[in-house]
């Protein structure tokens, strides 16, 4: 029965070690949200916006995606693996902060 909920949930990923190996952190909330505060290290492309700006993004490194409450991001990390990214979703960003 464990495994069938790993299987469901998935394995947790360490977003310390993947920031410390170079991830990048791509925050896909609006500018007026991101401007309010976010992780510093990050890089803001709204969610809208993200098709057209993935050559913002270096593909030979893992991107870790944030906003408010990760629902975004999810959408986001499945933008970016659809076009070849080694995406991870963060969730939230004030999350996310606490784990890196």
């Given at each position: 029965m464990f495994n069938w909920f790993?299987?469901?949930?998935?394995?947790k990923t360490d977003f310390h070690a993947l920031v410390k190996n170079g991830a990048q952190i791509i925050d896909v909330r609006t500018p007026t949200e991101y401007e309010n505060g976010h992780i510093f290290s990050s890089i803001n492309i709204p969610l809208q916006n993200l098709n057209k700006e993935l050559t913002k993004i270096d593909k030979s490194r893992p991107?870790?995606?944030?906003?408010?409450?990760?629902?975004?991001?999810?959408?986001?990390?499945?933008?970016?693996k659809a076009n070849g990214y080694e995406a991870y979703n963060g969730g939230s960003?004030?999350?996310?902060?606490?784990?890196?």
């Open positions: 790993k299987n469901l949930f998935g394995k991107v870790i995606t944030c906003c408010a409450s990760g629902i975004r991001s999810l959408s986001a990390q499945s933008i970016l960003w004030t999350s996310l902060q606490t784990k890196i």
